[in-house]
Nanobody, 122 residues
Framework: QVQLVESGGGLVQAGGSLRLSCAAS????????MGWFRQAPGKEREFIAA????????YYADSLKGRFTISRDNAKKTVYLEMNSLKPEDTAVYYC???????????????WGQGTQVTVSS
């Protein structure tokens, strides 16, 4: 069992930046691939980015690549999502997830955090 806790969400103006963090509870965190997803009201959960346990391979949603950056620090058992040039349409609940391998779909992840709200004002 891996417990994940996201933080760093909040209210930001359009054009601003935020860095989300996801802290894991388990010592074996370093063996999991990690992903970030988001879900806006009335919409399905959307893939943002993912990276392997080593951080050597990353996946990004094409529409977000260039503005969002995923990274991890295994020593701190934490994965990050740096978000720049934020837009009102980025408003959503952001979730981190852990799984056995790199995946773009929610089904590829076994463990999920509770989410953190990001609101971008125009």
């Amino acid at each position: 069992q891996v417990q994940l806790v996201e933080s760093g969400g909040g209210l930001v103006q359009a054009g601003g930046s935020l860095r989300l963090s996801c802290a894991a509870s388990r010592r074996s965190f370093g063996s999991y691939a990690m992903g970030w997803f988001r879900q806006a009201p009335g919409k399905e959960r959307e893939f943002i980015a993912a990276l392997t346990w080593s951080g050597g391979t990353t996946y990004y949603a094409d529409s977000l690549k260039g503005r969002f950056t995923i990274s991890r620090d295994n020593a701190k058992k934490t994965v990050y999502l740096e978000m720049n040039s934020l837009k009102p349409e980025d408003t959503a609940v952001y979730y981190c997830a852990a799984g056995p391998g790199l995946a773009r779909s929610t089904g590829g992840y076994a463990y999920w955090g509770q989410g953190t709200q990001v609101t971008v004002s125009s």
